[in-house]
């Protein structure tokens, strides 16, 4: 290499990489509260899980907003981005998925009353799924920004709502109960819109906007399911069936939530295909 093509290695301040990524922030945002040498796995992992979920959050706020403009283009590119996110994050659960109880509770209770459903990041997303719960909100009432958003999230259409509006505006026969429903309220199936959803793949055309949309839906609705049992085998493997942390009902409250499907009626329509 010549020594024109070296990189600048002096700089009067900071580097621009750390300006613009601030890794020393971000690389001193570990603090572990036990002596135990696994809580730092623990609690990176924990900490890149919640970037993730700030990235999915934009991906489906992108999505929606890009559906309200009838640019489905633009929300296909990000829910495909979204899916591929969901697998990064859904890998997070690699570093922790073979812990043994012993491991795990060398530093559990460091973690004292917290535990990842008080996550106000995984919350906004639960709610852009149409997982809408006023009573998620009571755990954040002492932070009154984290509150705000929530609550802004919670009055708001999911990412689900917009589409079956846009399936409206295209002129399949979405139910008006469904499209003037309480938007505070978990997103609840229909019979309708699971007819609709089974004509879209009826289409002639398996290359049609409405086809693609569905798929790419489907897509992020298979790696959320998939998220949710990886936490549901990790957990089995660290506690088996104890009180989960903060006083969740652990593994009881996970298998319910893995039994579930987000956008229900992708997955039942097929039946009728």
Not at 56 to 71: F, N
Not at 112 to 121: I, L, N, R, V, W
């Amino acid at each position: 290499m010549s020594h024109d093509a070296a990189p600048n290695l002096d700089f009067a301040g900071t580097t621009p990489y750390e300006d613009y990524v601030q890794a020393d922030v971000l690389t001193h945002l570990q603090h572990p509260l036990s002596e135990d040498p696994g809580e730092m796995v623990f609690l990176v992992t924990t900490q890149v899980m919640e970037l993730w979920f700030t990235v999915l959050v934009h991906e489906w706020e992108t999505a929606s907003r890009a559906l309200r403009e009838d640019r489905v283009p633009v929300a296909l590119d990000a829910l495909a981005r979204s899916a591929r996110e969901l697998e990064a994050l859904n890998a997070s659960w690699k570093p922790l998925g073979q812990l043994t109880p012993a491991q795990f509770n060398a530093y559990r209770g460091a973690l004292g009353e917290g535990s990842g459903f008080q996550s106000a990041m995984y919350r906004r997303m639960e709610f852009l799924l149409g997982e809408k719960s006023a009573s998620m909100l009571v755990p954040h009432r002492g932070a009154p920004r984290v509150h705000a958003e929530l609550e802004k999230a919670l009055q708001e259409p999911s990412l689900y709502d917009e589409v079956l509006r846009l399936l409206a505006r295209r002129g399949l026969p979405v139910p008006e109960e469904v499209l003037v429903r309480d938007l505070s309220l978990k997103y609840e199936p229909s019979e309708a819109v699971e007819a609709v959803w089974a004509g879209v793949y009826r289409s002639a055309d398996q290359s049609s906007e409405l086809v693609r949309l569905g798929e790419a839906l489907t897509d992020v609705g298979e790696l959320v399911w998939r998220w949710r049992n990886d936490h549901l085998v990790a957990t089995r493997r660290a506690m088996g069936a104890k009180v989960g942390t903060g006083g969740s009902a652990g593994v009881t409250w996970l298998e319910k939530r893995a039994r579930k499907n987000v956008f229900p009626e992708l997955w039942t329509a097929r039946s009728h295909v």
